[in-house]
Nanobody, 120 residues
Framework: QVQLVESGGGLVQAGGSLRLSCAASGSIFSINDMGWYRQAPGNQRELVATITSGGSANYADSVQGRFTISRDNAKKTVYLQMNSLKPEDTAVYYC??????????????WGRGTQVTVSS
């Protein structure tokens, strides 16, 4: 009923920038928190940044000051602007959202992920 589709990943050199997007679609009544997580090979999935429906953002220490999360509620889309990228930012980035479908309680949904590779 709800799909989250990420886009914007790719290969970039260290120090470069990328902008990820994630659009939600389906029978959506409302969207609460949205966020980005990442998982590098051999590692657990970790929080990158989250943003409330009111626009309050929270960041992992490792990306604070380099990444910016934002959202467009009308477009049901969350963005992640990533600057000053480092090789250790290489991972699959997943979009996450707490979505209330018409007639249901809020549930957590995940996108399929987009690969970000930062070369040194």
């Amino acid at each position: 009923q709800v799909q989250l589709v990420e886009s914007g990943g790719g290969l970039v050199q260290a120090g470069g920038s990328l902008r990820l997007s994630c659009a939600a679609s389906g029978s959506i009544f409302s969207i609460n928190d949205m966020g980005w997580y990442r998982q590098a090979p051999g590692n657990q999935r970790e929080l990158v940044a989250t943003i409330t429906s009111g626009g309050s953002a929270n960041y992992a220490d490792s990306v604070q000051g380099r990444f910016t999360i934002s959202r467009d509620n009308a477009k049901k889309t969350v963005y992640l602007q990533m600057n000053s990228l480092k090789p250790e930012d290489t991972a699959v980035y997943y979009c996450n959202a707490v979505v209330r479908v018409v007639g249901d309680i809020p549930r957590v949904y995940w996108g399929r992920g987009t690969q970000v590779t930062v070369s040194s």
